[in-house]
Protein backbone atom coordinates (compact mmCIF):
# COMPACT_ATOMS: atom_id res chain seq x y z
CA UNK A 1 0.00 0.00 0.00
CA UNK A 2 1.34 3.28 -0.89
CA UNK A 3 -0.18 6.53 0.39
CA UNK A 4 0.71 8.33 -3.16
CA UNK A 5 -1.52 5.46 -5.11
CA UNK A 6 -4.77 6.82 -5.18
CA UNK A 7 -8.98 6.32 -5.52
CA UNK A 8 -10.77 9.52 -6.82
CA UNK A 9 -14.25 8.69 -5.94
CA UNK A 10 -16.81 11.47 -7.26
CA UNK A 11 -14.02 12.52 -10.06
CA UNK A 12 -17.14 14.18 -12.33
CA UNK A 13 -18.50 16.33 -9.45
CA UNK A 14 -17.22 19.81 -8.32
CA UNK A 15 -14.56 18.46 -5.87
CA UNK A 16 -13.83 15.60 -7.86
CA UNK A 17 -12.52 17.99 -10.48
CA UNK A 18 -10.59 20.26 -8.15
CA UNK A 19 -8.86 17.08 -7.04
CA UNK A 20 -7.82 16.25 -10.56
CA UNK A 21 -6.53 19.91 -11.26
CA UNK A 22 -4.17 19.71 -7.71
CA UNK A 23 -3.18 16.29 -8.79
CA UNK A 24 -2.06 17.71 -11.91
CA UNK A 25 -0.18 20.73 -10.26
CA UNK A 26 2.02 18.25 -8.21
CA UNK A 27 3.16 16.41 -11.20
CA UNK A 28 3.89 12.81 -10.88
CA UNK A 29 3.57 12.97 -6.84
CA UNK A 30 0.49 10.85 -7.30
CA UNK A 31 -0.65 8.08 -9.20
CA UNK A 32 -4.18 7.76 -9.83
CA UNK A 33 -5.62 4.33 -10.37
CA UNK A 34 -8.99 4.63 -10.35
CA UNK A 35 -11.62 7.51 -10.32
CA UNK A 36 -14.84 7.16 -10.38
CA UNK A 37 -18.14 8.78 -11.20
CA UNK A 38 -22.33 8.25 -11.09
CA UNK A 39 -23.73 10.55 -14.03
CA UNK A 40 -21.67 12.61 -16.39
CA UNK A 41 -19.86 9.87 -18.16
CA UNK A 42 -18.31 11.80 -20.64
CA UNK A 43 -16.64 13.86 -17.93
CA UNK A 44 -15.79 10.50 -16.94
CA UNK A 45 -14.43 9.35 -20.51
CA UNK A 46 -12.25 12.72 -21.17
CA UNK A 47 -10.97 12.39 -17.53
CA UNK A 48 -10.26 8.56 -18.36
CA UNK A 49 -8.01 9.76 -21.41
CA UNK A 50 -6.30 12.81 -19.80
CA UNK A 51 -5.42 11.17 -16.66
CA UNK A 52 -5.17 7.19 -17.54
CA UNK A 53 -5.93 5.74 -14.77
CA UNK A 54 -6.00 1.87 -14.61
CA UNK A 55 -9.78 1.81 -13.45
CA UNK A 56 -13.02 3.36 -13.91
CA UNK A 57 -15.54 2.76 -11.65
CA UNK A 58 -19.43 4.00 -13.27
CA UNK A 59 -22.87 2.80 -12.51
CA UNK A 60 -24.42 0.13 -13.89
CA UNK A 61 -26.47 1.94 -16.41
CA UNK A 62 -23.36 3.57 -17.91
CA UNK A 63 -21.25 0.65 -17.84
CA UNK A 64 -21.75 -1.02 -21.27
CA UNK A 65 -21.83 2.13 -23.15
CA UNK A 66 -18.10 3.56 -21.14
CA UNK A 67 -16.65 0.17 -21.96
CA UNK A 68 -17.66 0.55 -25.52
CA UNK A 69 -16.41 3.35 -25.84
CA UNK A 70 -12.84 2.70 -24.24
CA UNK A 71 -12.56 -0.43 -25.64
CA UNK A 72 -9.17 0.12 -27.35
CA UNK A 73 -7.96 2.05 -24.40
CA UNK A 74 -6.17 0.25 -21.78
CA UNK A 75 -8.10 1.29 -18.92
CA UNK A 76 -10.66 -1.38 -17.37
CA UNK A 77 -13.79 -0.59 -16.79
CA UNK A 78 -15.92 -1.95 -13.49
CA UNK A 79 -19.08 -0.82 -12.15
CA UNK A 80 -21.70 -0.42 -9.41
CA UNK A 81 -20.80 -1.04 -5.61
CA UNK A 82 -18.44 -3.81 -5.82
CA UNK A 83 -16.53 -1.64 -8.37
CA UNK A 84 -16.53 1.37 -5.62
CA UNK A 85 -15.65 -1.74 -2.98
CA UNK A 86 -12.29 -2.68 -4.84
CA UNK A 87 -11.54 1.06 -6.00
CA UNK A 88 -11.32 1.59 -2.01
CA UNK A 89 -9.51 -1.80 -0.81
CA UNK A 90 -7.11 -2.16 -3.70
CA UNK A 91 -3.83 -3.43 -1.54
CA UNK A 92 -1.91 -0.87 -3.57
CA UNK A 93 -4.02 2.09 -2.95
CA UNK A 94 -2.80 4.34 -0.15
CA UNK A 95 -5.36 6.73 -0.17
CA UNK A 96 -8.82 7.08 -0.91
CA UNK A 97 -10.56 10.59 -1.73
CA UNK A 98 -14.24 10.28 -1.01
CA UNK A 99 -16.01 13.26 -2.94
CA UNK A 100 -19.10 11.13 -3.94
CA UNK A 101 -22.36 13.54 -2.79
CA UNK A 102 -24.77 12.63 -0.34
CA UNK A 103 -25.61 9.29 1.68
CA UNK A 104 -24.33 6.95 -0.72
CA UNK A 105 -20.94 7.89 0.25
CA UNK A 106 -20.71 6.41 3.63
CA UNK A 107 -19.97 3.11 2.54
CA UNK A 108 -17.14 3.92 0.68
CA UNK A 109 -16.01 5.61 3.22
CA UNK A 110 -16.79 2.44 5.28
CA UNK A 111 -14.78 0.23 2.86
CA UNK A 112 -11.71 1.90 2.76
CA UNK A 113 -11.47 2.43 6.31
CA UNK A 114 -11.95 -1.48 6.82
CA UNK A 115 -8.51 -1.96 4.80
CA UNK A 116 -6.27 1.22 6.99
CA UNK A 117 -6.40 3.55 3.90
CA UNK A 118 -6.09 7.72 4.70
CA UNK A 119 -9.26 8.84 3.30
CA UNK A 120 -9.11 12.28 2.21
CA UNK A 121 -12.87 13.01 3.05
CA UNK A 122 -15.14 15.65 0.90
CA UNK A 123 -18.48 13.25 1.59
CA UNK A 124 -19.05 14.82 5.26
CA UNK A 125 -22.39 12.87 5.28
CA UNK A 126 -20.33 10.02 6.12
CA UNK A 127 -19.61 11.67 8.84
CA UNK A 128 -23.35 13.08 9.91
CA UNK A 129 -24.69 9.78 9.63
CA UNK A 130 -22.27 7.65 11.38
CA UNK A 131 -19.45 9.88 12.99
CA UNK A 132 -18.93 7.53 15.88
CA UNK A 133 -18.93 3.96 14.11
CA UNK A 134 -16.09 5.61 11.64
CA UNK A 135 -14.23 7.38 14.44
CA UNK A 136 -14.10 3.26 16.00
CA UNK A 137 -13.26 1.71 12.97
CA UNK A 138 -10.70 3.53 11.60
CA UNK A 139 -9.01 3.04 15.43
CA UNK A 140 -9.25 0.08 14.81
CA UNK A 141 -7.44 -0.21 11.32
CA UNK A 142 -5.21 2.22 11.82
CA UNK A 143 -6.95 4.36 9.19
CA UNK A 144 -6.70 8.06 9.30
CA UNK A 145 -9.65 10.46 8.19
CA UNK A 146 -8.32 13.76 6.75
CA UNK A 147 -10.96 16.40 6.23
CA UNK A 148 -11.65 18.30 2.78
CA UNK A 149 -13.92 20.61 3.80
CA UNK A 150 -12.61 23.74 3.96
CA UNK A 151 -13.42 24.55 7.66
CA UNK A 152 -12.58 21.65 9.09
CA UNK A 153 -8.79 21.63 6.97
CA UNK A 154 -8.42 24.81 9.00
CA UNK A 155 -9.64 23.69 12.10
CA UNK A 156 -6.82 20.84 11.50
CA UNK A 157 -4.20 23.60 10.53
CA UNK A 158 -4.79 25.48 13.45
CA UNK A 159 -4.73 22.30 15.71
CA UNK A 160 -1.37 21.38 14.34
CA UNK A 161 1.40 21.35 16.95
CA UNK A 162 -0.82 21.62 19.78
CA UNK A 163 -2.25 19.14 22.04
CA UNK A 164 -5.82 18.48 21.77
CA UNK A 165 -6.45 18.61 25.62
CA UNK A 166 -6.00 22.46 25.52
CA UNK A 167 -8.53 22.67 22.97
CA UNK A 168 -11.15 24.72 24.64
CA UNK A 169 -13.85 25.10 22.10
CA UNK A 170 -13.97 25.37 17.78
CA UNK A 171 -15.35 29.14 16.45
CA UNK A 172 -17.12 27.47 13.47
CA UNK A 173 -17.18 30.33 10.25
CA UNK A 174 -20.22 30.10 7.73
CA UNK A 175 -20.81 32.57 4.85
CA UNK A 176 -24.53 32.92 5.59
CA UNK A 177 -25.67 31.76 2.10
CA UNK A 178 -27.63 33.15 -0.32
CA UNK A 179 -30.64 34.29 1.74
CA UNK A 180 -28.48 35.97 4.84
CA UNK A 181 -29.62 39.33 3.80
CA UNK A 182 -32.97 38.21 2.39
CA UNK A 183 -35.62 39.74 5.12
CA UNK A 184 -39.01 38.01 5.14
CA UNK A 185 -40.28 34.46 4.30
CA UNK A 186 -37.56 32.48 2.55
CA UNK A 187 -41.36 29.72 1.53
CA UNK A 188 -41.45 31.30 -2.28
CA UNK A 189 -37.81 31.20 -3.15
CA UNK A 190 -36.64 30.03 -6.61
CA UNK A 191 -34.16 27.32 -7.38
CA UNK A 192 -32.28 29.39 -9.18
CA UNK A 193 -31.81 32.13 -5.88
CA UNK A 194 -31.46 29.07 -3.69
CA UNK A 195 -28.15 27.93 -5.93
CA UNK A 196 -26.62 31.27 -6.20
CA UNK A 197 -23.93 30.94 -3.48
CA UNK A 198 -22.82 33.95 -2.71
CA UNK A 199 -18.46 32.63 -2.68
CA UNK A 200 -18.42 29.30 -3.47
CA UNK A 201 -19.51 27.23 -6.74
CA UNK A 202 -19.78 24.09 -5.91
CA UNK A 203 -22.42 20.59 -6.36
CA UNK A 204 -26.13 21.66 -6.43
CA UNK A 205 -26.90 19.77 -3.54
CA UNK A 206 -24.25 21.34 -0.74
CA UNK A 207 -25.56 24.46 -2.29
CA UNK A 208 -28.81 24.12 -1.28
CA UNK A 209 -27.81 22.83 2.35
CA UNK A 210 -25.20 25.88 2.40
CA UNK A 211 -28.62 28.10 1.50
CA UNK A 212 -30.61 26.27 4.20
CA UNK A 213 -27.86 26.26 6.85
CA UNK A 214 -27.65 22.85 7.19
CA UNK A 215 -24.75 22.40 5.58
CA UNK A 216 -23.40 24.13 8.52
CA UNK A 217 -25.39 22.01 11.20
CA UNK A 218 -23.49 19.17 9.12
CA UNK A 219 -20.43 20.81 9.46
CA UNK A 220 -21.08 21.09 13.30
CA UNK A 221 -21.60 17.38 13.35
CA UNK A 222 -18.47 16.35 11.50
CA UNK A 223 -16.32 18.68 13.52
CA UNK A 224 -18.05 16.95 16.82
CA UNK A 225 -16.54 13.32 15.67
CA UNK A 226 -13.09 14.70 13.76
CA UNK A 227 -12.06 16.62 16.92
CA UNK A 228 -13.55 14.71 19.57
CA UNK A 229 -15.19 17.55 21.44
CA UNK A 230 -19.00 17.95 22.13
CA UNK A 231 -21.48 20.42 20.18
CA UNK A 232 -21.98 22.81 22.97
CA UNK A 233 -18.32 23.47 22.70
CA UNK A 234 -18.79 24.58 18.69
CA UNK A 235 -19.84 28.02 17.92
CA UNK A 236 -21.00 29.14 14.50
CA UNK A 237 -20.48 32.57 13.63
CA UNK A 238 -21.40 34.47 9.87
CA UNK A 239 -18.27 35.18 8.51
CA UNK A 240 -19.91 36.59 4.72
CA UNK A 241 -16.18 37.36 3.51
CA UNK A 242 -15.38 33.69 3.82
CA UNK A 243 -11.64 34.62 4.55
CA UNK A 244 -11.42 32.96 8.02
CA UNK A 245 -12.25 29.57 7.59
CA UNK A 246 -12.89 28.94 11.19
CA UNK A 247 -10.70 29.26 14.53
CA UNK A 248 -9.30 27.11 17.38
CA UNK A 249 -9.46 28.46 21.11
CA UNK A 250 -7.42 26.95 23.46
CA UNK A 251 -7.17 26.97 27.74
CA UNK A 252 -5.47 29.70 27.42
CA UNK A 253 -7.86 32.21 25.27
CA UNK A 254 -5.43 31.75 22.30
CA UNK A 255 -7.66 31.96 19.39
CA UNK A 256 -5.59 30.51 16.06
CA UNK A 257 -7.22 31.06 12.80
CA UNK A 258 -6.52 29.90 9.38
CA UNK A 259 -7.12 32.33 6.73
CA UNK A 260 -7.02 32.08 2.83
CA UNK A 261 -9.13 32.89 -0.50
CA UNK A 262 -12.01 30.88 -0.86
CA UNK A 263 -10.68 27.97 -3.32
CA UNK A 264 -11.06 24.44 -3.01
CA UNK A 265 -7.46 23.38 -4.23
CA UNK A 266 -6.57 24.48 -0.96
CA UNK A 267 -7.89 21.65 1.28
CA UNK A 268 -7.86 19.46 -1.22
CA UNK A 269 -4.57 19.74 -1.46
CA UNK A 270 -3.45 20.10 2.31
CA UNK A 271 -5.48 16.67 2.86
CA UNK A 272 -3.61 14.95 0.07
CA UNK A 273 -0.20 16.08 1.30
CA UNK A 274 -0.77 16.28 4.74
CA UNK A 275 0.90 16.54 7.37
CA UNK A 276 3.22 18.35 4.74
CA UNK A 277 2.68 21.41 2.75
CA UNK A 278 3.40 21.92 -0.92
CA UNK A 279 3.51 24.89 -3.02
CA UNK A 280 0.28 26.06 -4.99
CA UNK A 281 0.02 28.77 -7.42
CA UNK A 282 -2.85 30.54 -6.50
CA UNK A 283 -3.53 34.60 -6.00
CA UNK A 284 -2.95 35.16 -2.48
CA UNK A 285 -4.72 36.84 0.38
CA UNK A 286 -4.45 41.00 0.49
CA UNK A 287 -5.58 42.34 4.10
CA UNK A 288 -5.36 45.71 3.28
CA UNK A 289 -7.41 45.15 -0.03
CA UNK A 290 -9.73 43.41 1.83
CA UNK A 291 -9.88 46.44 4.35
CA UNK A 292 -12.61 44.80 7.15
CA UNK A 293 -13.27 41.36 8.46
CA UNK A 294 -16.83 40.80 9.40
CA UNK A 295 -18.61 38.75 11.79
CA UNK A 296 -21.89 38.39 13.56
CA UNK A 297 -24.10 35.56 15.10
CA UNK A 298 -26.33 33.05 12.72
CA UNK A 299 -30.46 34.06 12.80
CA UNK A 300 -31.27 30.77 14.29
CA UNK A 301 -35.13 31.53 13.89
CA UNK A 302 -34.63 31.94 9.89
CA UNK A 303 -32.40 29.12 9.43
CA UNK A 304 -33.58 26.20 12.30
CA UNK A 305 -31.81 23.56 9.98
CA UNK A 306 -28.83 25.06 13.13
CA UNK A 307 -31.02 24.00 15.66
CA UNK A 308 -32.41 20.37 14.49
CA UNK A 309 -28.56 19.44 13.87
CA UNK A 310 -27.19 20.51 17.36
CA UNK A 311 -30.10 18.49 18.47
CA UNK A 312 -29.41 15.25 16.39
CA UNK A 313 -25.23 15.96 17.58
CA UNK A 314 -26.44 15.87 21.31
CA UNK A 315 -28.87 12.92 20.92
CA UNK A 316 -27.05 11.32 18.78
CA UNK A 317 -27.58 7.79 18.07
CA UNK A 318 -29.79 7.30 14.44
CA UNK A 319 -30.92 10.96 15.21
CA UNK A 320 -28.50 11.90 12.78
CA UNK A 321 -29.00 9.68 10.11
CA UNK A 322 -32.73 11.07 9.91
CA UNK A 323 -31.13 14.40 9.54
CA UNK A 324 -29.30 13.42 7.12
CA UNK A 325 -31.13 11.72 5.32
CA UNK A 326 -34.19 13.29 5.28
CA UNK A 327 -32.90 16.56 4.47
CA UNK A 328 -30.99 14.68 1.22
CA UNK A 329 -34.15 13.51 0.12
CA UNK A 330 -36.11 16.83 0.62
CA UNK A 331 -33.20 18.91 -1.47
CA UNK A 332 -33.70 16.81 -4.31
CA UNK A 333 -37.50 17.38 -4.28
CA UNK A 334 -36.94 21.07 -3.95
CA UNK A 335 -34.43 20.72 -7.00
CA UNK A 336 -36.95 18.86 -9.19
CA UNK A 337 -39.69 21.70 -8.06
CA UNK A 338 -41.98 19.30 -5.69
CA UNK A 339 -41.93 21.20 -3.01
CA UNK A 340 -40.78 24.65 -1.10
CA UNK A 341 -37.47 25.63 -0.39
CA UNK A 342 -38.90 26.26 3.74
CA UNK A 343 -40.36 22.55 3.44
CA UNK A 344 -37.19 20.93 3.07
CA UNK A 345 -36.14 21.56 6.89
CA UNK A 346 -39.48 21.60 7.94
CA UNK A 347 -40.20 18.28 7.13
CA UNK A 348 -36.51 17.31 8.21
CA UNK A 349 -37.94 18.24 11.51
CA UNK A 350 -41.17 16.53 11.65
CA UNK A 351 -39.56 13.05 10.84
CA UNK A 352 -37.05 13.91 14.10
CA UNK A 353 -39.86 14.55 15.96
CA UNK A 354 -41.54 11.25 15.30
CA UNK A 355 -38.06 8.94 14.99
CA UNK A 356 -37.52 6.90 17.77
CA UNK A 357 -34.01 6.85 18.63
CA UNK A 358 -31.29 4.14 18.37
CA UNK A 359 -28.78 4.25 20.28
CA UNK A 360 -25.25 3.09 19.91
CA UNK A 361 -26.49 1.90 16.44
CA UNK A 362 -24.59 -0.89 14.43
CA UNK A 363 -23.54 0.34 11.05
CA UNK A 364 -25.94 -1.99 9.74
CA UNK A 365 -29.04 -0.23 11.89
CA UNK A 366 -27.80 2.98 9.91
CA UNK A 367 -28.08 1.77 6.48
CA UNK A 368 -31.22 0.18 6.64
CA UNK A 369 -32.87 2.94 8.40
CA UNK A 370 -31.35 5.23 5.30
CA UNK A 371 -33.02 3.13 2.88
CA UNK A 372 -36.16 2.51 4.86
CA UNK A 373 -36.20 6.38 4.59
CA UNK A 374 -35.30 6.69 0.80
CA UNK A 375 -38.18 3.85 0.25
CA UNK A 376 -40.88 5.93 2.30
CA UNK A 377 -40.55 9.16 0.21
CA UNK A 378 -40.06 7.64 -3.08
P1 LIG B 1 -21.16 17.13 -7.04
O1 LIG B 1 -22.61 16.92 -7.17
O2 LIG B 1 -20.53 18.19 -7.86
O3 LIG B 1 -20.40 15.75 -7.35
C1 LIG B 1 -20.80 14.54 -6.79
C2 LIG B 1 -20.01 13.38 -7.33
O4 LIG B 1 -20.56 12.17 -6.74
C3 LIG B 1 -20.13 13.19 -8.86
O5 LIG B 1 -18.90 12.72 -9.36
C4 LIG B 1 -21.21 12.12 -9.02
O6 LIG B 1 -21.05 11.37 -10.22
C5 LIG B 1 -20.94 11.25 -7.79
N1 LIG B 1 -22.12 10.51 -7.32
C6 LIG B 1 -23.37 11.03 -7.13
N2 LIG B 1 -24.20 10.05 -6.68
C7 LIG B 1 -23.47 8.91 -6.60
C8 LIG B 1 -23.76 7.57 -6.21
N3 LIG B 1 -24.98 7.20 -5.83
N4 LIG B 1 -22.75 6.65 -6.24
C9 LIG B 1 -21.50 7.00 -6.64
N5 LIG B 1 -21.17 8.28 -7.01
C10 LIG B 1 -22.13 9.21 -7.00
O7 LIG B 1 -20.87 17.36 -5.50
P2 LIG B 1 -19.67 18.19 -4.80
O8 LIG B 1 -20.07 19.61 -4.65
O9 LIG B 1 -18.36 17.87 -5.46
O10 LIG B 1 -19.69 17.57 -3.34
C11 LIG B 1 -19.18 16.28 -3.07
C12 LIG B 1 -19.05 16.10 -1.56
O11 LIG B 1 -18.10 17.04 -1.07
C13 LIG B 1 -20.36 16.39 -0.79
O12 LIG B 1 -20.45 15.52 0.28
C14 LIG B 1 -20.18 17.81 -0.31
O13 LIG B 1 -20.90 18.07 0.88
C15 LIG B 1 -18.68 17.84 -0.05
N6 LIG B 1 -18.08 19.20 -0.12
C16 LIG B 1 -18.13 19.88 -1.28
C17 LIG B 1 -17.57 21.15 -1.35
C18 LIG B 1 -17.55 21.92 -2.65
O14 LIG B 1 -16.94 22.99 -2.72
N7 LIG B 1 -18.18 21.44 -3.72
C19 LIG B 1 -16.96 21.72 -0.22
C20 LIG B 1 -16.94 20.97 0.96
C21 LIG B 1 -17.48 19.71 0.99
MG1 LIG C 1 -17.50 23.63 4.30
Known sequence: MTENCISILGSTGSIGVNTLKVTEKLKGQFKIKYISGYNNYKLLIEQAEKFKPEFIVTSDDHYTKIRDILKRASVKVI??????????????????????????????????????????????????????????LSKKTGASIIPIDSEHSAMLQALNGEERSSLEKIILTASGGPFRKKSGSLENVSIEEALNHPKWSMGKKISIDSATLMNKGFELIEAVHLFDISPAKIEVVIHPESIVHSLM????????????????????????????????????????????LTFHKPDRKKFPALDLACRAAEEKGTLPVVLNTVNEIMVYKFLAGRIKFTDIVNNVGKEMDAHTNIKNPTIENICELSDELWKKFK
Do not use: H, W
Open 79 to 136: AGSEGLKQSCQDAEVGTVVNAIVGSFGLKPTVYALEKGKKVCLANKESLVMAGSYIKK
Open 249 to 292: QFIDGSVIAQLGLPDMMLPIQYALTYPKRSKLKLPRLDLSELGK
